[in-house]
């Protein structure tokens, strides 16, 4: 089976949709974020923090260069870079969870974990449009999520992988 890669912004689901369907497929589960702290022992907002978006950006190029086959959560400003977007069509299927901004506000209310989910209201509306358009353009698969249950999400998923 090719890779499968979740993409989405942030708080879409792409975590727990990816391990639920891991178990369901009988597939490695990998998720980019964890990956990366793991390898460079330190936590993504460090990383921003220390080093800026740009060093955070190659350090997912070379996760999605390195990753084993399997389900792959990314995280959300994978689609920032061509590169990546290249390595995920070259290798896999690009399925793209769509959450509505008014649901991705609602669950991100009370984060502090994300440091771009750290702006103003009007700035994270702009990013979230900006990036639909790019999830858009290189997703195989769209899948909506907004008032669905992770099992039927998955299962949705399996039957268009197909
Ligand atoms: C980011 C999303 C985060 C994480 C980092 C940057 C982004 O992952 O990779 O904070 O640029 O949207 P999630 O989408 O899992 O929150």
């Known amino acids: 089976m ?19 369907l ?7 589960y990998i998720d980019t974020d ?28 070379d996760a999605l260069n390195e990753l084993p086959n399997g389900i792959v959560s990314t995280g959300g400003g994978i689609v920032e870079r061509s590169i990546n977007i290249n390595i ?6 690009i399925v793209y969870l ?12 009370h984060d502090q974990t994300r440091p771009l989910w750290k702006t103003n209201l009007a700035s994270k509306k702009a990013l979230f449009e900006r990036r639909t358009e790019l999830y858009e353009n290189c997703a195989d698969i769209v899948i909506n999520t907004d ?12 039957l268009l992988i197909k």
């Open 147 to 158: 008032n669905k249950l992770v099992n039927d999400i998955v299962n949705e998923i399996k």
């Open 22 to 28: 891991s178990t369901l497929l009988n597939k490695a």
């Open 98 to 109: 769509h959450t509505s901004f008014n649901e991705i506000t609602n669950r991100l209310k």
């Open 88 to 93: 995920m069509k070259a290798s896999g299927i």
């Open 34 to 61: 964890i990956y990366i702290e793991n390898k460079y022992k330190q936590q993504i907002t460090k990383i921003f923090h220390e080093k800026g978006e740009d060093v955070f950006r190659a350090y997912e190029s």
């Open 2 to 20: 090719k890779t499968i890669y979740l993409i989405g912004f942030m708080g879409s689901g792409k975590s727990t949709i990816g391990s639920r």
